[in-house]
């Protein structure tokens, strides 16, 4: 049975979002799931079919053509998938000046292709990859044709060295996680849509926001590992809530 968002909650974050100076909002895996992206920990999440440790950068290392082979896979997913409700309404809450940038650990470029133009990615991006020994590099569908070309792993052109994802594997340093820092000392008020909040660093900037004396707003399907943070906690599908919030909030600023 899903659940439905509660009409009060919403409206209780549309007022912290319209009273807030400076919002921010932070997003995971969860935003991308109705554009058909499994996300990681969820009941049906991807770390119930495989394991971890294949997204980790000393298995990319090791094994560079079983990793290749598993991220084909999922690229499938991402390169099909398009912006949902969810993502739509963030862009429209930027447009509108209501949230001042997105900080994302998604890696999926839904975020700016429903246009949002102030866009952290913590974990890089899949829309291209980088040559791990000369720095070069590639965009992705260049890469694809190499592996469904049968050059797997996938090599320079330049150098011959092996490509890797532009994209955090776990036991790498986060990308930008300075300027996200900077985002959230900045802040009064945070809306976290679809994340677990269990990775960190990226999960301490909510964290950096409540330190600062800002709001913390929490969309998720199932409990986080923050929630005891949380003003506002709205347990449903963000895509339901964004849709809710985002009417609530024109509502109160008279934009139709």
């Not at 969860?30 to 294949?54: A, N, Y």
């Not at 949002?116 to 590099?137: D, F, Y």
């Not at 849509?193 to 399907?221: D, R, W």
């Amino acid at each position: 049975m899903e659940k439905s968002c509660d009409p009060k909650l919403i409206e209780e974050a549309a007022n912290i979002l319209v009273n807030a100076k400076h919002a921010i909002a932070f997003t995971g895996a969860g935003i991308s799931t109705e554009s058909g992206i499994p996300d990681f920990r969820g009941p049906q999440g991807l770390w119930k079919q495989v394991s971890p440790e294949v997204a980790t950068i000393d298995y990319f290392l090791e094994h560079p053509k079983e990793f290749w082979l598993f991220y084909r896979m999922r690229m499938s997913a991402l390169f099909t998938a398009k912006p949902n409700k969810a993502h739509y309404a963030v862009a429209e809450l930027e447009r509108m000046g209501v949230i001042k940038a997105v900080v994302t650990q998604n890696v999926d470029g839904l975020h700016q292709a429903a246009g949002s133009e102030n866009v952290i990615e913590l974990h890089g991006t899949m829309k291209r990859a980088v040559c791990v020994a000369c720095g070069r590099a590639y965009p992705m569908e260049e890469v694809v044709r190499k592996i469904d070309g049968g050059q797997i792993p996938p090599l320079c052109d330049a150098c011959g060295g092996v490509l890797k994802p532009d994209v955090v594997l776990f036991g790498e340093p986060v990308k930008d996680f300075d300027k996200a820092r900077e985002l959230a000392f900045m802040s009064d008020a945070i809306l976290v849509i679809g994340s677990s909040l269990t990775v960190y660093p990226a999960a301490y900037v909510p964290i950096f926001v409540k330190e600062m004396g800002g709001k913390v707003i929490i969309i998720n399907m199932e409990p986080t590992e923050l929630d005891y943070l949380a003003d506002v906690s709205i347990r449903c599908k963000a895509g339901e809530a964004m849709e809710m919030l985002l009417e609530k909030i024109k509502e109160r600023v008279g934009v139709k």
